[in-house]
């Protein structure tokens, strides 16, 4: 089982909330840009890979039990997403990879991790 | 009659799309902190939520009173709304009337009442049209669905 510290280094990313704990286990990605679709189908302490950055995605990722966030395409929320995030203790992680190649990459060390 | 041990009200405002979803992150807290056991609050706050988007994406205004008992999270939603004209039809998955600038926050997708009824261990829903609709959800803690 990775961490998201493993995580983070597979996809290159930056932490854009340091200081939040990376050492916990993921045992789920789950690829959307619908929110809707997360809180109906997400498990719990899964990652969410996702190409919005809203609040709501925070929000949502935070009702859903989501242990971390990653943003692709290199995208970066406002800083009152990132602050809300780091409130809730929800880390997010921002990479230069597609959605594709997030789960393309997760899935070659990790082929479980997918639903 | 079992006695209720936490009651609160939360108003929510139509249209209100920067502070979406507040309310419901408000409730989880407030459920963990009651001590209310983990994957209960999970379902609580997703049918929240779900009521609360609805709320803003298609009503006026709205009041969400929220209730616990030793064995039971009730949510209760009123607003002041269109109403549905079809319920069943807005059962179904996939079926949405929501508008580009909902679908662009990523919600619309039809999903809704059903996550609500499905998160839900009794759900009632009544609707007017021109005056309104009313869910009613209750999750019982015990952890058994009835």
Redesign the interface.
Known sequence: MLTLKEVQSLLSGELLTPGINLEKECSKVFAS????????FID?ESVLV?G?I????V??A????VSAIILVQGKRPEPMVVDEARV?NLPIISTACSMFEVCARISRSHPEAGR | MTEISFQQEFEIKGGDFVRAGEASCEIKNLLKELGVAMQVVRRAAIVSYEAEMNVIMYAGSGRLDLSVTSDRVQIVVDDRGPGIEDVELAMSEGYSTATPEMRELGFGAGMGLPNIKRNSDIFKIHSKVGRGTRLEMTIRTNGHRL
């Open positions: 840009d619908m929110m809707s679709d997360v809180l109906a719990p996702t919005l809203t609040s709501h995605v929000r949502t935070c009702l859903a039990d809730r």
